[in-house]
């Protein structure tokens, strides 16, 4: 095998060292270097000497290796190609093929690379050079114009006829003063002249290009002569910008600008402009009107003084925080004192400007005195006062005739069943038996509760809130809770295993027990209530991520969807409830209760179908 490499060795370094920009490696399988010479070689690494013997992974940094390996691989896989390569540094083309001994076995690999650095170079260079005088010719901003020695046009660019509006072919073969504006011809035709005859350049030339569509361009011209080896004249070259916009913007400018002073001169708005130091450089007529100042008096001056003290350094600070948030303006309310010593109100629309580098420049005011318009805003909010008031005791007065109307309603059944009963007692105490006498007390005893039940809830309304003062929380089992509830209201209603209650055997939270339980009652009475005697009342419990949701389903007369946004107003009740009691408050004293707790209540109800009355309130413990 050394036989072989010895044969092929000495061939590729009688090459390598007389082949131009041109450098051969060749190694084994075990991709050690046998050969290394060569011009390019010698300007990649320097000790190129010492590779000989060595891998690539002990002589190139890691981006070389990354790259060169999949090479040698492929080479000794026996496969013949050709790549480039360009980095910062060089350009080259490399030819690769596996080395075989003679029996065709690939014992090693060969690399032939052509060092193409300088020639890309130069072509690059020549590319930017054509780059630059093709940009320099048609994408300059200028129109660009040659002529010979004797004023005919020789050459023109792409921007200038886009500014005078001519083809390329007529420009060649028009008269040179052809696209001029005809009240422009004599200055454009004797700078150019003058330039003839003296040979002398002329500068900012302004005239105008009469397009062939009738309209006219306003450009600023240059002029030049070209000159041979030998001094003499061989041609002229002209330079055109467009200054239209330009123009037409300082026009427009200097109307707009006496039209201000027009405006500005007879509102009564004062306009003002300042430094950004705060000093005026500006300011309208409307200041003698308003405040009593010569508007002259005022430039060069800063106004804050004129201030109100208090109001200074809050006027400042919306300042500094407009500027520093780049918005376009601001609003700002403040008092001024005007000539007579007096303290006016102002509103100003306050727009900041700004430089090329976005820095604060200065401020444009436009001030007007308020007076009258706060005195009526006091007026106005005075009168509004006044009307919350009364809406506020109209709502009340509305609020206690409801209640009083429920009282006398709701009160005249449990106290006719309590006098019914204690007549019977009265006058049939000897004929009665004793359970008898049993029912009519305890009938008594339920109707006296019932009675307590609603005084409870006519006492809050009359202090004007559900909401409890303060929540006094406990350790309770919710479970627990519910059980007791369901239990007395089975009593009370007398309707033994009403509810079914889907329950943990235990949740325990930090609640107020008697606030909680009151509103859970108040669901479930009437869930109870509003369906027919025999339908089941279903209560479920469960904890979730951080809250306790209690839900309450019955399968009732359910809730008109027009009446179901007003269904925890006080003393509000449905249309469709007929003669079923209540005070029409436990809604509202439910969701005070759950509201105290920070949680919420909410329903869902389709008439004739039910309702469910889903309570939640956060997992508070201890």
């Known amino acids: 095998m050394s036989t072989s490499f010895d044969e092929v060795r000495e061939t590729y370094r009688v090459l390598a060292n007389n082949l131009p920009n041109t450098s051969i490696v060749m190694f084994d399988r075990d991709m050690r270097y046998l050969l290394a010479e060569g011009a390019f070689i010698q300007r990649v690494i320097r000790d ?58 690939v014992i090693g690999g060969v690399i032939m690379t052509h060092d193409m650095t300088d020639a890309k170079r130069t072509e690059a260079a020549l590319l930017a050079s054509e780059v630059r005088f093709h940009s320099l010719v048609d994408i300059a901003p200028v129109g660009i114009i040659q002529t ?120 009564q708005d004062i306009v003002t402009q300042h430094n950004a130091d705060g000093t005026v450089v500006f300011a309208s007529e409307s200041c003698r009107t308003v405040l009593g100042y010569e508007p002259r008096s005022l430039i060069g001056h800063s106004t804050i003084h004129y201030v109100h003290p208090h109001e200074r350094a809050t006027m400042l600070e919306a300042m500094w925080k407009g500027i520093e948030s780049g918005v376009p303006y601001i609003t700002i309310e403040f008092r001024l004192r005007n000539s007579a010593g007096q303290y006016i109100k102002m509103e100003s629309i306050v727009k900041f400007l700004f430089d090329e580098q976005s820095k604060y420049s200065g401020a444009v005011f436009i001030s007007r005195d308020i007076t009258e318009r706060q005195r009526l805003q006091d007026m106005l909010l005075e009168r509004e006062k006044l ?53 009519r007390v305890d009938a008594i005893k339920r109707q006296i ?81 509003y369906s027919a005697s025999t339908a089941l009342v279903t209560v479920q419990l469960r904890q979730l991520e951080g809250h306790i949701e209690l839900r309450v389903i019955d399968s009732g007369i359910g809730i008109l969807p027009h009446e179901q946004s007003r269904i925890f107003e006080p003393f509000f009740r449905g249309s469709n409830i007929n003669e079923v009691g209540g005070l029409g408050v436990g809604l509202t004293i439910a969701h005070a209760a759950l509201e105290a707790h920070g949680g919420s209540i909410t329903l869902e109800s389709v008439p004739k179908h039910g309702t469910t009355v889903t309570l939640r309130f956060p997992l508070v413990t201890l």
């Open 449 to 529: 509760r019932s009675i307590t039940d609603m005084l409870d809830q006519i006492g809050l309304a009359i202090y004007g809130t559900f909401k409890p003062n303060e929540i006094y929380r406990e350790t309770v089992n919710i479970s627990v809770l519910c059980k007791q509830a369901a239990a007395e209201l089975e009593i009370q209603l007398q309707q033994a295993g009403k509810f079914s209650l889907d329950l943990p055997d235990m949740l325990i939270a930090s609640v107020d027990q008697i606030v909680l339980k009151r509103a859970i009652s108040n669901i479930m009475q009437n869930a109870a209530r």
């Open 48 to 105: 190129y000497g010492g590779i000989v013997g060595k891998s690539p992974y002990e002589i190139l940094p890691q981006s070389s290796i990354e790259f060169i390996i999949p090479i040698y691989v492929r080479i000794l896989n026996g496969e013949t190609f050709s790549f480039e390569r360009f980095t910062s540094e060089f350009s080259y083309q490399s030819y690769a093929s596996p080395i075989k001994n003679d029996t065709g076995e």
């Open 387 to 439: 009307q919350t008031a009364l809406d506020k005791e109209q709502e009340l007065g509305m609020l206690k005739t409801l209640m009083m109307q429920r009282i006398g309603h709701e009160f005249r059944t449990p106290l006719t069943i309590i006098q019914s009963s204690s007549e019977t007692l009265t006058n049939f105490l000897d004929r009665l038996t004793m359970e008898q006498k049993a029912a």
């Open 148 to 267: 010979d020695a004797r004023g005919k046009r020789i050459f023109c660019n792409t921007h200038w006829c886009e500014i005078t509006g001519v083809t390329l072919e007529q420009a060649l073969n028009d008269d040179s003063y052809q696209t001029i504006f005809p009240d422009d011809l004599d200055i454009a035709s004797q700078a150019w002249e003058k330039m003839e005859e003296t040979h002398l350049p002329f500068d900012n030339l302004i005239f105008r290009y009469q397009r062939p569509d009738g309209n006219a361009i306003w450009v600023s011209g240059n002029g030049r002569p070209i000159f041979d080896e030998h001094g003499q004249v061989m041609g002229y070259i002209g330079t055109v910008t467009n200054i239209d916009e330009q123009v037409r913007t300082q026009t427009a400018l200097r109307k707009s600008e006496e039209h201000l002073r027009v405006i500005t001169d007879n509102i």
